[in-house]
């Protein structure tokens, strides 16, 4: 039977498809978003600040995201996957919802750029000379360095990053390997900031994000003058073309030095700067990656031992005797980070029927640390930088086949000069805008 309203019934399907349709279009996109595990009571000032309070952990503490990139904090909801996850580094996936982001996954922070083993993207753009140059070009005898880096102008922490660069460019041309860095800077950005800071190998301008996009590195949560930027870190490709290397951290204000790039690279020149100890059973030797810091930045010391043939020490974790141990006094303006040992050797006791892990030979302890980026310790840097003297001991217990010497406990010493970051700007006109 027809319907005596067809009118009415016809206006009220239209608007049941229209809201229909309004609903399915204002849907929440599903996005992602990367940052450090707050607690929910810090600002975003605070967490710029890398203010203690916003790492500390408090019994029923709600936890958030600072975002690093924008510098907002964002709610999460719900709490269960934020759990135990303080202070690290992370992609929250989900939906926004004001300022609360409906949490659908949680993850560390995600692998930047494009892998190992990929063939290295062909590319072509200017230099601060404004000379045209493509990978080809920029390719050593054994390969070349790619810094990709947020900004030579708003940026001290990828200043600083550059100009200690420049400092190890030297040392990676004695080993057969150009440099080059990439940003989304104009040519005249380079230009002023490589002139004043006296910046003699390649940057090259990519201001389309062209490169960045191909290398996969772009930080697509920048927005307004930042917009473009890529996210920093180190590619090393082969003289085929090919990615043997990639060093990217996660926290921006992180950045490892040229000198720690080259000791990646290449683990026997690890040490810029080189010293002897006296110690006894063994031949002691400190070393460090640089000798001038700024913050934020990774410092790598070490150790390097050689033992006399016959003699061991024993490796961490061995029970039931000394192991070796590198061990570095508190240091208030540095992070510690896990002490590197080298892979151990099984050495069976055949008068004690035991198979213990122990270090032979020559071998290297290395200590990584991270200079404080805080802005209350960046801040207060004099022009002339601040001098730092990092203590600690090597503790051992040095064997051979008939006897085990007394443990002893040498004094080491690092000594390390802090200079401040670079904070001066190019020129109004010359600016992102």
């Keep these: 039977m027809m319907s005596r309203y067809p009118l009415i019934g016809a206006i009220a399907l239209a608007l049941v498809a229209t809201f229909a349709h309004a609903g399915q279009g204002s849907a929440a996109k599903a996005e992602s978003w990367s940052g450090v595990i707050v607690n929910a009571a810090c600002t975003a000032d605070e967490a710029f600040a890398e203010a203690p309070k916003c790492t500390a952990a408090a019994p029923g503490e709600l936890l958030a995201l600072y975002d690093d990139t924008i510098r ?9 996957q934020a759990k135990g996850r303080l202070g690290d580094s992370v992609t929250v996936s989900g939906t926004l919802d004001n300022n609360t982001i409906h949490v659908t996954s949680i993850q560390p922070f995600a692998q930047v750029g494009l892998n190992v083993g990929q ?3 062909a590319f072509s753009a200017r230099d601060q000379f404004g000379a045209e140059q493509s990978l080809d070009s920029l390719k050593g005898a054994k390969g070349t360095v790619l810094l990709f880096y947020r900004s030579a102008d708003w940026c001290p922490y990828c200043k600083g990053q550059l100009i200690q660069l420049q400092a190890a460019k030297a040392r990676f041309e004695k080993q057969g390997i150009k440099l080059a860095g990439i940003s989304y800077d104009s040519v005249e950005i380079l230009k002023f900031f490589a002139g004043r800071r006296k910046i003699e190998f390649p940057l090259l301008s990519d201001p ?29 490709i082969d003289p085929e073309g090919v990615i043997r290397e990639k060093f ?17 690279l290449f683990p026997e020149l690890g040490e810029e700067v080189s010293d002897t100890v006296e110690a006894p059973h063994l031949q002691l030797a400190v070393g460090q ?4 810091g700024v913050p934020g930045n990774l410092v790598t010391l070490s150790a390097k031992i050689k033992l006399p043939a016959d003699v061991h020490v024993y490796a961490p974790g061995t029970k039931g005797y000394k192991p070796i141990r590198l061990v570095i006094d508190p240091l208030p303006d540095f992070e510690l980070r896990q002490a590197d040992y080298p892979r151990a050797k099984i050495l069976y006791l055949p008068a004690i029927k035991e198979r213990v892990p122990v270090f032979e030979g020559t071998f290297r302890i290395r200590q990584e640390l ?4 805080m802005t209350a310790f960046s801040g207060a840097i004099a022009t002339d ?3 730092v003297t990092i203590n600690g ?8 086949s008939k006897i085990c010497y007394l443990p002893a406990s040498v004094p080491v010493t690092w000594n390390l000069q802090i200079v401040p970051l670079d904070r001066q700007r190019a020129p109004d006109d010359i600016r992102h805008k």
């Design 208 to 236: 389309d994000s062209k490169i960045i996009r191909m290398y996969q590195v772009l930080n697509s949560e920048a927005i307004g003058p930042n917009q473009g930027m890529a996210r920093p870190g180190y590619f090393f």
């Design 393 to 400: 001991t090597l503790e051992y217990q040095a064997c051979d």
């Design 370 to 373: 991270k200079v404080n980026s």
């Design 289 to 292: 990656s640089d000798r001038i």
């Design 248 to 264: 990217f951290e996660a926290k921006y204000r992180e950045r490892l030095t040229g000198n720690g790039v080259l000791a990646k």
């Design 385 to 387: 930088g601040k001098p």
């Design 72 to 80: 907002q904090v964002y709610a999460l909801d719900p709490q269960d």
């Design 119 to 121: 063939k290295a993207p």
